[in-house]
């Protein structure tokens, strides 16, 4: 073999080795958006997870293996400080030159108002007259994305950031344990919109184009790859909401009640409303006048169906449902028993419609 030919080969592999270099760094905050991150990345890349599958989004503490992916990444979708207000502060910190998109607030996202009190009679007449909202079209996603301070041309060299970080403001195990940060950290008045948003299947179509478009952006020698994995994924999704629909058909109109209130976007779109939670949207511990509240409306409403949670404590669906005939089983708003990846989000869906028909049929 000449030299020249040996000298090709050797700059034609530098040139493979540095374009797959060139592919970004991502984030994502909890499973369901990790996995739709993951359907717009195959065939290019993994995105990292932040909030590990089985924990809480609503009060966590980064590991250090986390916080390191989260200063490493060029770009971190997240639904929001609606549902990680601890979240905020370790992204400011650690992630200032990353793209970052806060994906409840992007064009085109329906929103949803938290609900109040223990039931949702009032709720179940009219599933939108007043409480829906969506985000206005704009060009190029331009309300999505926190980029005050951040510059596409950024080059990302990390080493700018103090090493005396030492992560502190990311995750002080010493000085939190999970269950004062869960409660600490949630900090909603309950006023503003319920941000379970990823459950609204047509919300997750809306953001596989948001992140298809901005890793475009990052990344623009595979575009057409994020462009045609959000299509198909988009294509999926359309697909499962009807199969979803039909599922659900036989056993509409039964009354349940779940763990917390999380489930509206479901309950919306799928036209299926929960009768109430015994926790409100951000799962802190009921009230002893909430509890007293469900009991008194459980025969009253004829609930059929309690639903737990695998984050939290069954018992005290146990306790609240105690002495009544009403059957309890489990929901799952986030995947905590699911694989990470791509097949995590359209799963979960299916589980939710498959819990709902299992304890109600």
Known sequence: MSRKLILGTVSALGLASAAAAE???????????????????DGVGTPDL????????HGYSLRPSEAEALERADA??????????????????????????ELAETDGTTELEFREGATFEAHSHDHGAHEEHEHEEHDEHAGAHDHDDHDHDHDHDHEGHDDDHDHEEAHDHDGHDHEKHA??????????????????PENARVWLDVIAAELSDLDPENAATYRANADAGKADIETLIGEISAQ????RGKNFIVFHDAYHYFENRFEFPASGSISIGDASDPSPARIEEIQDK????????????????????ATVFRGSDAKT???DPLGADLEPGKDLYPQLLRNLASSLTGCLG
């Open 248 to 251: 659900l058909e036989p056993v």
């Open 183 to 200: 409660h600490d950290a949630h900090g909603h008045d309950h006023h503003g919109h319920d941000p379970h948003a990823w459950l609204d």
């Open 76 to 101: 971190v979708f997240w639904i929001g400080e609606g549902l990680e207000p601890w979240l905020k502060g370790s992204i400011d910190a650690l992630a200032e030159d990353a793209h970052v998109v």
């Open 23 to 41: 592919v970004p760094s991502v984030a994502a905050d909890i499973p369901p958006v990790h996995s739709l991150v993951s359907i717009v990345m």
């Open 329 to 331: 089983g489990v929901m």
């Open 298 to 317: 459980v025969a009253e409403l004829g609930v059929t169906c309690a639903f737990t949670e695998p984050q939290f404590n069954g018992d005290l669906v």
């Open 50 to 57: 932040l909030v590990q599958p089985g924990a809480s989004p």
